[in-house]
């Protein structure tokens, strides 16, 4: 019996998908499908272009290997994307040994152990380095060097798609530009009352990606090429620090410069709760709800906020109800996953969940090599080998804790008159560093979230397991503040860790006392001077 496209397809995807992770196949396979077959080629549309460039860098050689099995013969995969709303358009079904020409825009898969036509409309020249910018054939400054589909000794190649390595060099994968050159010549006024907070530098064009943020950034470059279709809403969680917000700033400004008639709207969950308290108090709530509600790009960021908010929750439910039915797109952001928010109701927690809910980790020393190297030519810095590599070593929390280091240093060096070397960003990193960091005067070893807690403790005159109780008298409250505010300011942890550091408290009790910290050194002079002389002694 013939098989039609769509039953060879069927059993590719059904073969394939045994010896993949479940995720990579609903993210990458799952919305494909096949739309004509001749002697020796499958055309297969996909949900996006995007998703042509991925499906056939990561998994074509793979699928092609399966498709040739099932058949009996060696088989090419052409993939391609339909316009909104037009039916693909491939050439005629005929079982002739002649291969039609491929379409302008697809994309072929080489047959298994053979190479794509040289010439073939659509080909990538220079594959072999990454995803490259369309129209450049020069791969990201970063990008390393992926296998082309499937990866040696994969079997079928399958196993290896986004976040779970794809064949690139460690933390060195790149992820296609929508277009050549920067993103940073837009601005956020692209449109009629769109892009209100975005922030000029968070751009993809500026967004390192390695394998610790590679299926976010992926599923942040398709919700900008095709909002609402794929991944509504888009949920991403993570630490401090590791790109979230700079990921959901990109896909707005990447929307406004394919579409810059669109509304788009950027807003913490904090903003958007005192928004609401503010519309109550003077009988604006029907305004509120139309600017939030009539928006065709919502980013909500530190969704966690809402915590225990239930009036918040509830304005907030309706909200994404109207913009889910209405075919907006929704992206979100949190330090943790839905499943993991306390506080909040069940049916926010699902509707969070009803998309695409990726992490994001803090990177590993390949990635935060190619950050520094990064930031050095976005900032025409000259940092050598050397320093990049001391850096990457010692600083290894989050990108912002790499760019606080850069920042640093440059002070420093400006500051002393000196050159930046390894040994002068030694001395002017000293107690922001990990590995390095000395732990004050009683002797060496790194500075520790414990240590810091334990120091304090010290200085007030407290036992170190006090600050980590329940009990909220006077006497350990202020040390537990102060601990807090030490570890965050020191080394960077993300709220939640800080929070296991004192007996499991919540991120919102680490805000409450690092803001408590911070205004009350600005009131309190004599609190001030100790604080800073404890800071100072485990920097020492």
Not at 105 to 112: D, I, S
Not at 370 to 391: C, M, P, Q, T
Not at 440 to 460: F, K, L, Q, S, Y
Not at 483 to 510: C, N, P, Q, W
């Amino acid at each position: 019996m013939e098989l039609t496209p769509s039953d060879l397809w069927l059993r590719v995807l059904e073969s394939a998908r045994s010896g993949m992770p479940e995720q990579s196949f609903r993210t990458w396979l799952s919305g494909t499908r096949a739309v004509g077959l001749t002697e020796d080629e499958i055309y297969v549309d996909t949900p996006s272009t995007f998703h042509t460039e991925w499906v056939e860098d990561k998994f074509g050689a793979g699928l092609a290997e399966v498709a040739s099995r099932i058949v009996g013969r060696p088989m090419r995969l052409v993939f391609s994307t339909a316009p909104d709303g037009a039916t693909p358009h491939v050439p005629a079904v005929e079982l002739s040994p002649s291969t039609p020409d491929v379409m302008p825009g697809v994309r072929r898969a080489p047959p298994p152990g053979g190479a794509t036509p040289p010439g073939a409309p659509g080909e990538r020249r220079g594959s072999g380095q990454g995803f490259a910018r369309r129209g450049d054939s020069h791969p990201e400054p970063h990008s390393g060097t992926p296998g082309h589909g499937s990866a040696p000794g994969s079997g079928s190649g399958f196993g290896h798609g986004p976040g779970h390595g794809g064949g690139h060099s460690p933390g060195q994968a790149s992820v296609p530009s929508s277009r050549q050159g920067s993103g940073m010549e837009r601005r956020a006024d692209a449109g009629p009352g769109t892009g209100a907070g975005l922030n000029d530098r968070y751009t993809f064009d500026r967004f390192v990606v390695g394998t610790n943020n590679q299926l976010a950034a992926a599923a942040s470059h398709a919700v900008a090429e095709t909002p609402a279709r794929i991944y509504n809403p888009l949920f991403i969680y993570g630490g401090v620090g590791l790109g979230k917000t700079h990921l959901m700033h990109a896909v707005g400004h990447e929307i406004l410069f394919r579409h810059p008639e669109r509304r788009v709207a950027y807003v913490s969950a904090e903003r958007f709760m005192n928004e609401l308290v503010n519309a109550i108090q003077t009988g604006t709530t029907g305004a509120f709800r139309r600017h939030y509600r009539q928006i065709d790009l919502l980013l909500v960021d530190d969704i966690h906020f809402l915590v225990k908010k239930e009036s918040t929750q509830e304005e907030f439910f309706h909200t994404f109800n109207t913009l889910y039915d209405a075919g907006k797109q929704i992206i979100l952001t949190s330090d943790r996953a839905p499943k993991d928010l306390p506080g909040v109701e069940d049916r926010l927690v699902s509707r969070f969940e009803w998309g695409l809910v990726v992490d994001i980790k803090p990177p590993d020393y390949e990635t935060r090599v190619a950050i520094l190297r990064k930031k050095a030519d976005d900032d025409g810095l000259a940092l050598d080998d050397e320093v990049i590599d001391f850096i990457a070593r010692s600083c290894t929390s989050s990108v912002r804790e790499l760019e606080g280091a850069v920042i640093k240093l440059l002070a420093y060096s400006s500051l002393r008159r000196e050159e930046v070397t390894e040994e002068l960003a030694r001395a002017a990193l000293r107690g922001m560093l990990r590995n390095e960091g000395p732990a004050g005067a009683e002797g060496g070893g790194r500075v520790t979230p414990e240590m810091i807690r334990d120091r304090t403790a010290a200085a007030w005159g407290v036992r170190p397991e006090g600050l980590q109780s329940r009990r909220r008298t006077k006497d350990l409250t202020v040390p537990r503040q102060v601990a807090m505010y030490l570890i965050k300011e020191l080394l960077d942890e993300s709220l939640v860790a800080i929070g296991r550091v004192f007996g499991g408290r919540d991120h919102s009790t680490v805000i409450h006392s690092i803001r408590k910290v911070e205004e009350d050194m600005g009131t309190d002079e004599d609190f001030a001077r100790r604080v800073t002389e404890l800071r100072s002694a485990l920097e020492r």
